[in-house]
């Protein structure tokens, strides 16, 4: 089961822009229920500074940029182990992490994902609980 965007297969890292570190997705089961969620596809990682660079300045900072697996990810939630996944699909861009907590957060609560049976999600940032709102 492929991602998909606007109707678009996302089958690596070059389907998608640069400038693009995540994407907000809506995973759909095999019984009608969702799951909406984050995945971060690229991640800057801190090196140490190489002998060279330390004899330029002594707080050199040396950022490498990788790409993480997103092609066969399946969720993250442990309410999902074992569902059988109809539709795997990509709602939204982020192109920072900031951003991309802020579009999940906003995507939950405009869903109603707490209070909808029909997502599997449940909490929204660890502090809002399904069945815990009253």
């Known amino acids: 089961m492929n991602w998909t965007h606007n ?6 890292h070059g389907d998608f822009s640069d400038c693009v570190v995540g994407f907000i997705y809506r995973i759909i089961y095999d019984d ?11 991640s800057n990682r801190k090196l140490k500074p190489t002998k060279k660079q330390l004899a330029i300045r002594k707080n ?3 950022v490498e940029r990788i790409d993480l697996k997103f092609t066969d990810y399946e969720g993250s939630s442990k ?14 861009l982020a192109s920072s992490n900031r951003q991309l907590t802020y579009l999940e957060s906003k995507t939950l609560f405009q869903l ?4 909808d049976d ?3 999600n449940q909490n929204i940032l660890g502090r809002f609980f399904k069945g815990n709102l009253h």
Do not use: D, P, W
């Open 118 to 120: 029909r997502f599997l």
């Open 60 to 62: 050199y900072k040396r």
């Open 7 to 12: 109707g678009k297969e996302m089958l690596s």
């Open 32 to 42: 009608n229920r969702e799951y909406i969620g984050k995945k971060l596809i690229r």
């Open 79 to 92: 309410n999902t182990v074992g569902l059988i996944i109809s539709k795997k699909e990509i709602i939204e």
């Open 112 to 115: 109603n994902v707490l209070e």
